[in-house]
């Protein structure tokens, strides 16, 4: 407003007074509108792109810089295990800036990153620029044992518990936890990355023995060369109780222990105790392992499907988890989504095919079941990189088929038909030992596109596939396509009090960034017809529950997470297209084929990466998420902050988008090559930073400062534990309000608060 007046002087008082009370009305529609949004209200666009106001998008890009920041390391104190240390932030571009006495390079805007090699023990760094001054002390310190779970002071834990543990310990050191009287050595079966060689975790599954009212000490003992180093980890308090364990043995040590089966595996669980799933989507894992690992060979289950269990808990120490096992060799969190009681089910359950045909966007099968017996559903026979390391990274879609494996089913009726089903060409059942198979032959191969089950009034199990989107060809634009009639669903990730990473100017987050990218994109789908849903439109906290659900429950094609990396070291740099589900992957190949083609940014990992995102695993239509540069590289962030640069790399994101849906419409798997033949027809100018970098190594991008958290669409890390705030909690979420729904046509959409 001050710059309003301030142009009183040189121009007509009269117009300028018009332009100011202008400014002043748009500025109050401005707040009202935000208001609005937070009380819940949903913003609609009624032409071919929303022109409301952001503001966000009105903000400066960056404060201009004036004094020493350092966005890394945070603490000038701290104690490191690493041989380098990398030091990154922002000063003066006017003033010289030195470590120690030398100097150190900068941008032109002042930005810097240098790496410091520490000798052991401690070490003082001091930066100067101008007359401000940092002194940072650093130790360089090599335990045996750098770090270890469970690590509370003491813990209460029932009989029975199935307790994993983990140590983090130098590579070449001989292992072992001490609990009670007994001791198991830890096997080495993953490196922790901190240096890239130094530390492996150590990792070994325990059981709490029948011993209610006793305290037992948990020691870790390492040792290397003439080493030897032990700690006592946690005092753990035995709860009493009546329960069988149900439990076999394997080793020293009692765990569950799956039967074999011709085609799905059942743990070796007494009958007596049902867990009942009380919440819409639960999420599963892999009854004969001990972790929070997310697997897109693991699919949830929908609420009210019962079975058997273990009464005990599994407690995984490193995610702070703790879960039942299921008859059905699956594990869900234990939590207040699952109620367990006494009970007994039937031995067997008869399942009756009851229709088939496509209602909205979706085909669905239904099934009259005598109970609601857990299922399996899985893509067939889909290939992955190495399923033993915990890596599901594909090369291409190789599934043909959908298997739905109906857990105890003993006798099946009705012959399932498939008529003018736009997925399916026949259906198929198959008499395992214990139970029947349906398989479901795809018309292509890699030719699916999302599902979601629910048991409906009727109690029966209906299961939805989502129908590939009609695309039509238009001469209006440059893409030759219109999206009229696909819905997308953009997350803006974090917001609020989740700010996520930080860049190295240290003046603005990552929410900041998320948003002004999903509001440039958002323009781009609308001027294509598309209607738009957005998880958040302003600086709100959104719950990853509340995203996962809105997502689920949209009827969307596809969904795109907007997010930025960060990393402790700044070689870190590039963009890449996540993805989880193997019918994810050809949707995330042309998102990042788009970028590529606009040629303004570098690659990570060759623009594709598999993760468990928490909202990429979101099984109802294809969840891209979008790691768009990193905050924490000078020559990314340069880009980033730059408005040309967003402008141009989302209309890359907008062309991936289109190009995936034509390649959807015309039936083609595999590549995204043809992604070259809808490129837009006006190429930018590349922007050029003064900073270039080399591309991470995976041992680099492992130390990555958390971004997405244990979830990843919102929260503060990346990666982490795959469950950590996981769909299942059931939670309502904060701030839900930020969701809302746009498109070419009138009418709008609010997003409810059912659980999910």
Known sequence: MRKALEGFKTIDVKAAAKRAIAQLLALCLTLTLAGCQRSGADKTSTGSADTSADTLSNQPEDDV??????????????????????????????????????????????????????????????????????????????????SYTPNEKSLSLAEGTVLSVSVTALTGSRVAAVFGNKSVTLSANDESNDDGKSYSVYRGVLRVPQSGGTKLLLKFKAERKNEKQTVDATTVTVQKTSLPSGLVGVGGWTVPLPESGTHSSYANIANGYIATLTVTTSETFSGDTVDDYSRPTNNYLPKGTVDYCLPQKIYDTESGKKYYLLKSNYRVYANSSVKIQKGTLPSGNTVNFSRSGTVGKYYELAFDVDWKAPFRLRLESQKYKNTKTQDYSITGVTFSYVDITFCYSNKITGQVKIADCPLFKRAKWIKNEKDYTLRLYLKKAGAFYGWTAKYNDHGQLVFSFLNPAKLQKSHSNRYGYSLKGVKIVLDAGHGGKESGTYGVSGKKYEKYYTLLYANSLKQKLLSLGATVAMTRTTDTTVSLPSRYRYIMESQANIGVSVHFNGSASSSAHGYFMGYFNPFTYKASSYLSGGVSRMNLISKYNGGLDWHYFNLSRVSACPVVLTENGYLTNPDDFGKIRNAAFRNNYTEGLAAGIVSYFAAVKSGTTGSASSIRKITPISRPSRVVSAVSSKAPSKASSAGSLPSHSASSGGGSSTGGSSGADSFENGAEGTGSSGLSESSSKEGNSSFGTAHN
């Open 65 to 146: 810089i004036k004094g020493l920041y350092f966005s890394y390391p945070k603490s000038d104190k701290l104690t490191v295990y690493s041989e380098k240390l990398e030091f990154s932030g922002s000063c003066s571009p006017n003033e010289t800036l030195t470590l120690n006495g030398r100097a150190v390079t900068t941008t032109k805007e002042g930005y810097f990153t240098v790496s410091y090699t520490l000798k052991k023990g401690q070490n003082k760094i001091t930066f100067q620029s101008g007359k401000q001054q940092k002194t940072f002390v650093i130790t360089y310190a090599l335990p045996l044992i750098k």
